[in-house]
């Protein structure tokens, strides 16, 4: 549920996502020290190296995860937890000034943005226990209240908003650890529910891995850090093209063919997403530009994607990876 979008709307207190009225929120308990991921794996990371990093304006690969036992962790599950800990170093020595800049989510602050992806990750985890359809409409009117996923979202994030920085933070740190461990405990082939209908645990996965990269970014770019990709894209990518037939169905349009991505990874390598059939349109360039593209974060024509076919204009426009 990436936003970027004038928050609307003013609700009263109601109880969160997970059951917990306002004034008793999980979300604002104290801090663990350690964005503990399950009981066998946590992440970490020096903070000295991480806030030397935000002073240079550059975040890289400065985490570490600590393996703790967890031997086959499926790789979208591994890929999510790896994000979260570089958001986290992003988030690391957050100033309060730093917390009200605003982001490219219009009407949003850092702080904002924040809530919004523990909110999210508070849903994800209601539909990974079956806990979705009562949290959406009893706990807030349709999710939201609004009439669409943007304005829902909005209203959420208006509900909750104004809560000390470091709750919010500490809140995001629970709902991020508790989404990968509900994940690392069950099957992901299950079917759950989400905004956009049915959907596989491992898809519910990969969009919250896209999401956490598209505000890590948002954030990022808010205080001033620069963010190195990594080949985490590669799942998000992989969902972009995925879910094109949906995204086109959405729209009320259909697709002429298959769509072959044939894009290039932060490392150089080629990654190449074909249907079985032939494909009658073809996407060709940066990984990370097609990435930036389906995250409603950059203009195709800004862009080195190139394309052949004759539906190259509108995969471009409806592609994305969120919902």
């Known amino acids: 549920m990436a936003s970027g979008h004038e928050p609307a709307g ?3 207190n109601r109880p969160d996502l997970l059951g917990f009225t306002d004034s008793v929120n999980p979300r604002w308990s104290k801090p663990t020290g350690l964005l503990m991921i399950d009981s066998k794996q946590m992440v970490t990371h020096d903070r000295a190296t991480a806030s030397r990093n935000r002073c240079s304006g550059v975040v890289g690969a400065s985490f570490s995860t ?3 036992g967890l031997a086959d962790v499926d790789p979208v599950v591994k890929a999510l937890t790896d994000q979260q800990a570089e958001t986290a170093i992003v988030l690391d020595g957050v100033t309060i000034a730093e917390a009200d800049r605003a982001t490219r ?3 949003w602050s850092v702080a904002d943005v924040l809530l919004h992806l523990a909110q999210s990750d508070e849903m994800a985890i209601a539909s990974l226990t079956d806990g979705f359809g009562t949290a959406a409409v009893d706990n807030t009117s349709g999710w939201g209240g609004g009439t669409s996923v943007d304005e829902s979202v909005a209203v959420m994030v208006e509900r909750e908003r104004g809560a000390p920085f470091e709750d919010v933070l500490n809140g995001w740190r629970l709902a991020a650890a508790g989404l990968v461990a509900t ?3 069950m099957d992901l082939s299950t079917r759950v529910p989400w905004v956009a209908g049915n959907l596989s645990a491992r898809t519910l996965a990969t969009t919250r891995l896209s999401e956490t990269w598209i505000h890590t970014q948002d954030i990022a770019d808010a205080i001033g850090v620069d963010l190195v990709p990594s080949d985490r894209l590669k799942l998000i990518a992989r969902l972009a093209w995925r879910t094109l037939p949906y995204a086109f169905h959405s729209s009320g349009l259909t697709m002429t063919g298959p769509v072959a991505f044939r894009l290039i990874g932060p490392s150089g390598e080629r990654w190449e997403f074909v249907p079985d059939e032939p494909e009658v349109t073809t996407i060709s360039g940066s990984a990370v530009d097609l990435c930036a593209v389906a995250a409603r974060r950059i203009d195709p ?4 994607l ?6 190259v204009a509108d995969v471009l426009a409806l592609v994305r990876t969120y919902a």
Do not use: R, S, V
């Open 10 to 12: 003013q609700g009263a």
């Open 66 to 68: 600590i393996d703790l």
């Open 105 to 107: 989510c219009i009407g």
């Open 183 to 185: 994940l690392g405990g």
């Open 301 to 304: 024509a800004a862009t080195t």
């Open 306 to 311: 190139a394309g052949e076919g004759p539906d």
